[in-house]
């Protein structure tokens, strides 16, 4: 099982529509998620980083469920803008290097 | 402006000739790490490096070779390339090194990216 999976998607929605992406980590002892943005071909770029206690930008919402392992990001009121493949990141127990999901890809429709 | 600057964009090449794809930044960053990225394989960590002349393996370093000389530069070597890594590769780097709770020193930079074709 990989240490961090996350669903391929591809997600279809339309503009102004809420969508929510988690990503499962599979060492209960993980700490240090983080979410990145992937423009095609583009290099990865942090998009927040998931504290314990859940954080907001703007229109996007990160949470950790520890008791499930799993983060979640939800973005509200999609731009078309927002269309990119999306990565989370989490370290596992000890270790001391990011383990990355395969990410999922989002299209925000017109 | 701070920033991971990779070179080149582009290189297409033939199986065992060797070439190096270079990695700099500007961030007196301590650690720094390279990765390939495949189709439904995401980012895989090939090799990092905590500090000057430290470096470790990653998940899949076979047939690379990584130095780290100087804290701003951490170049990455294909001996003798194979079709086998032809992908797109991104040098990183972080602050570094590992705390609890310190997202910022955690936080990846990553270069534009190296795409790489071995015929």
């Known amino acids: 099982r990989k240490e961090v999976e996350q669903d391929p998607g591809p997600f279809n929605v339309p503009e102004g529509a809420t969508v929510a992406f988690n990503c499962t980590y599979s060492?209960?002892?993980?700490?240090?998620f983080f979410w990145y943005r992937q423009d095609c071909r583009k290099e990865p770029k942090l998009l927040m980083s998931?504290?314990?206690s859940g954080n907001e930008d703007g229109r996007f919402t990160a949470q950790l469920n520890r008791a499930s392992q799993y983060i979640s990001l939800l973005i509200r009121d999609s731009k078309l803008s927002d269309s990119a493949t999306y990565l989370c990141?989490?370290?596992?127990?000890?270790?001391?290097?990011?383990?990355f999901g395969s990410g999922t890809q989002l299209t925000v429709l017109p | 402006e701070a920033q991971v600057t990779q070179n080149p964009r582009y290189l297409i090449t033939v199986t065992g000739k060797k070439l190096t794809v270079t990695c700099s930044q500007n961030?007196?960053?301590?650690?720094m790490s390279w990765y390939r990225q495949d189709p439904g394989l995401g980012l895989r960590q090939i090799y990092y490096s905590m500090n000057v002349e430290v470096t470790d393996k990653g998940d899949v370093p076979e047939g690379y070779k990584v130095s780290r000389k100087e804290k701003r530069n951490f170049p990455l070597i294909l001996e003798s390339p194979s079709p086998n890594q032809t992908s797109l590769y991104f040098c990183?780097?972080?602050?570094?090194?590992?705390?609890?709770?310190?997202?910022?020193?955690?936080?990846?930079?990553f270069g534009s990216g190296t795409q790489l074709s071995v015929l």
């Open positions: 998931v504290y314990s």
């Open positions: 990141a989490g370290r596992p127990g000890s270790a001391r290097q990011l383990t």
């Open positions: 990183a780097s972080s602050l570094g090194p590992v705390r609890a709770q310190s997202f910022n020193n955690e936080k990846l930079f």
């Open positions: 060492n209960s002892a993980s700490q240090s």
């Open positions: 961030m007196n960053h301590e650690y």
